[in-house]
């Protein structure tokens, strides 16, 4: 009996030039800049942080382009303390949902300059930037803790103000 | 089997290249349009289904991304298929056979200009004996348009001659880019790119969004009968130079007495089959946007002909038939028929 087959290469490559779109495009123009910029939505008027091209309660095209801060409140975090391909940071690492000010939706980032141990829901944060921005939410390395007193965090994940 | 009309079409200019808007950008933009044209409000809407493919955009669940655009929250009740929005049409059509909704919103959106629309297309091919072989779609039509040849069912005249209608009506759509100006003889001299195929015998591929409003009776044109049906993956199993499938959807479609009809070929050589398929004569007019082959937005041709036809009963036909198709060598058919009311 001949030896069973058991595998059959059969590689693939698909390649594309994807385009941000208006709104990314011009989120991204910001970073570089070294700002943070959100875009509201005419019809409830929340801040969304990354901009979204239309706000996904109301349907509409979300055109205001608003700062947002540079400090934010962590609402939930999560310790990655498992290796894997492509990771940019050595385990353990928080990442960590943070309400900047300003804006009414978490950005998903990361939480460092501190030990993990002291990574908590509510905690006071502020972004560190590297020195030459890229067009990327990574030119954002982390949020660190930036001292100020730690705010209440209600249990829907929103900042109490 | 409950009535059910048009009450809104709408689409977004077919063009070769659309950087500017995301797929969240384009679907807001283009249900807009649909729900204005219906005179409905979102939230009056009852089920929302979409048809588009991540091979296509580019991007893991780009659908998902892309339901920002009809206001996805509080949660809606939605339904996505990975394919040409005519299914996603299709699905919405039977949801509202449930009787218990009365509206549904409908689209489809695409982008040819951000990859190679071929090799994502050839992911859909027998993973074990014709993927690993790099046949492109444009070899196998044509190896579908050597039969017909072989058979005498058609020329490579005839080919040219289906192109040169294509633009010839194409001229008069503002929502595609301007077709080329030719001659048969001019493209009969083109060079073979897959003999007997030249490079204009497959669509011009653009990037794009259609849309349409269904709603339970009410005005608008009906739709009186709507099927697919699809024949086997195995090319060889096929014969090539007929569409069994697109027959047998006519038929349960009950296309007859038709005035215009609106076909989805996404090569010259196909026209053939599917007016023999589907009935078609000189009598009736067939693409008068012009078609697929000036303007194929993948994801989107095929709702877009329905749409097409909704316009050819606004304009005063009487029935219309729209045809999609999906698949090598037009392995899977659906058509549409519509009655003006
Ligand atoms: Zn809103």
Redesign the interface.
């Known amino acids: 009996m001949s030896a069973p087959v058991t595998q059959?290469k059969?590689p693939?490559r698909?390649?594309?030039?994807?385009?941000?779109?208006?709104?990314?495009t011009t989120f991204l123009h910001s970073i570089l800049k070294g700002q943070l910029v959100g875009r509201r939505c005419p019809v409830c008027h929340k801040v969304y942080i990354p901009p979204?091209?239309?706000?996904?309660?109301?349907?509409?095209?979300c055109t205001d382009e608003v700062p947002v801060s540079n400090s934010g409140t962590v609402t939930t975090f999560s310790i990655v303390r498992i290796p894997f391909e492509g990771q940019r940071l050595t385990p353990p690492y928080a990442c960590a949902h943070i309400v900047l000010d300003g804006a009414d939706v978490p950005l998903l980032h990361i939480v460092g300059g501190c030990s993990v141990d002291e990574v908590r829901v509510g905690m006071r944060v502020e972004a560190v930037w590297l020195e030459i921005p890229q067009p990327t939410l990574a030119t954002v390395t982390w949020f660190k803790p930036n001292g100020e007193p730690d705010r209440a965090v209600n249990d829907r994940g929103e900042v109490v103000p | 089997m409950r009535s059910i009309s048009i009450a809104g079409i709408a689409q977004l200019p077919s063009k070769l290249a659309e950087h500017h808007m995301d797929a969240a950008e384009l679907v807001q933009a283009v249900t807009a349009l649909a729900l204005a044209d219906a005179g409905i409000e979102r939230k009056q809407i009852g089920f929302v289904c979409s048809g588009s493919s991540d091979y296509i955009m580019g991007q893991p669940f780009s659908f998902v991304m892309a339901l920002d655009g009809v206001g996805a929250w509080p949660p809606i009740r939605e339904s996505h298929v990975e394919m040409d929005g005519a299914w996603a049409l299709y699905e919405a059509w039977v949801r509202l056979q449930h009787g218990d909704i009365d509206t549904a919103l409908v689209y489809s959106f695409g982008k040819s200009s951000v990859g190679n629309v071929d090799d994502a297309l050839g992911m859909q091919l027998d993973p074990y004996y014709v993927a690993p072989l790099g046949v492109s779609p444009m070899a196998l039509a044509a190896l579908q348009a050597r039969a017909l040849l072989d058979a005498r069912f058609a020329n490579e005249r005839d080919f040219a001659q289906a192109v040169m209608r294509a633009r010839l009506a194409g001229a008069r759509n503002p929502n595609i880019p301007t077709p080329t100006a030719t001659t048969v003889d001019a493209l009969l001299a083109a060079p073979w790119v897959a003999s007997p195929l030249r490079a204009h015998d497959a669509a011009v591929r653009t990037d794009g969004a259609a849309a349409i409003v269904l709603r339970a009776g009410g005005p608008g044109p009906k739709i009186t009968g709507f099927a697919h049906r699809i024949e086997p993956h195995a090319l060889g199993v096929r014969d090539l130079t007929t569409s069994p499938s697109a027959r047998r959807a006519a038929d349960d479609a009950g296309a007859s007495r038709i005035d215009v009809a609106e076909i989805h070929t996404p090569y010259a050589s196909q026209e053939t089959i599917l007016r023999n398929a589907l009935g078609l004569n000189d009598r009736m007019l067939v693409n008068p946007s012009g078609g697929t082959l000036v303007a194929e937005t993948p994801m989107v041709a095929g709702l877009l002909r329905v749409v097409e036809a909704t316009r050819a009963i606004r304009d005063g036909a009487h029935r219309a038939l729209a045809h999609a198709t999906s698949g090598p060598c037009l392995q899977h058919n659906l058509v549409c028929v519509l009655e003006s009311t």
Request: glycine share 8%.
């Open positions: 059959m059969a693939t698909l390649e594309y030039l994807v385009h941000a779109g208006a709104t990314t979204r091209g239309a706000c996904p309660t109301c349907a509409v095209l």
